[in-house]
T-cell receptor, first 110, second 112 residues
Framework: QKEVEQDPGPLSVPEGAIVSLNCTYS??????FMWYRQYSRKGPELLMY????GNKEDGRFTAQVDKSSKYISLFIRDSQPSDSATYLC??????????FGRGTSLIVHP | DADVTQTPRNRITKTGKRIMLECSQT?????MYWYRQDPGLGLRLIYY???????NKGEISDGYSVSRQAQAKFSLSLESAIPNQTALYFC???????????FGPGTRLTVT
């Protein structure tokens, strides 16, 4: 079992839908929880990060961490075609090396 | 200018050839990383370096070697390329906290 599990999708939704992307993990030492976005033919870019538990909101994006369930989520409200990308979750604990999920491919169609 | 640059961007090579992928960064970070990305497998760490004198193997280092020529430069070599090394290769850099990694644009490598 990998330390971080993420469904690769693809997830296809209509424009304006609420999107929920999720990851589970097994290492209870993880303290930083990140979401990266990767457009086709580009490198990943950090979208949001959360330290420890709780929620964080940035515009249409909300990141949630539930450490008791070892489950993190990224919600995208009012999804747009420009949100079409691969979303990778990543986590790190005391080590300086993040562990990445496999990424979920999201397609938002007009 | 991009913070992290990679050369070449695309490369086709034959089995058994030696190939070097180069990475440069202008972020001023000490930490640099090499990953490969394969469909369905996500990002896998090949090597990482915390400073010029520090090199560490990652999850999948067999068949690869690296050189940290300077704080800003980190090269990845395939000594004798094989077809299952066909993948997208990314260089990244981060500060000491490590949660935000800055990725280069990637090198698409095909080994025939």
């Amino acid at each position: 079992q990998k330390e971080v599990e993420q469904d690769p999708g693809p997830l296809s939704v209509p424009e304006g839908a609420i999107v929920s992307l999720n990851c589970t993990y097994s290492n209870s030492a993880f303290q930083y929880f990140m979401w990266y976005r990767q457009y086709s033919r580009k490198g990943p870019e950090l979208l949001m990060y959360t330290y420890s538990s709780g929620n964080k909101e940035d515009g249409r994006f909300t990141a949630q961490v539930d450490k008791s369930s070892k489950y993190i989520s990224l919600f995208i409200r009012d999804s747009q075609p420009s949100d079409s990308a691969t979303y990778l979750c990543a986590m790190k604990g005391g080590s300086y090396i993040p562990t990445f999920g496999r990424g979920t491919s999201l397609i938002v169609h007009p | 200018d991009a913070d992290v640059t990679q050369t070449p961007r695309n490369r086709i090579t034959k089995t058994g050839k030696r190939i070097m992928l180069e990475c440069s960064q202008t972020k001023g970070h000490d930490r640099m990383y090499w990953y490969r990305q394969d469909p369905g497998l996500g990002l896998r760490l090949i090597y990482y370096s915390f400073d010029v004198k520090d090199i560490n193997k990652g999850e999948i280092s067999d068949g690869y070697s690296v050189s940290r020529q300077a704080q800003a430069k980190f090269s990845l070599s395939l000594e004798s390329a094989i077809p299952n090394q066909t993948a997208l290769y990314f260089c990244a850099t981060s500060d000491y906290q490590g949660y935000e990694q800055y990725f280069g644009p990637g090198t698409r490598l095909t080994v025939t």
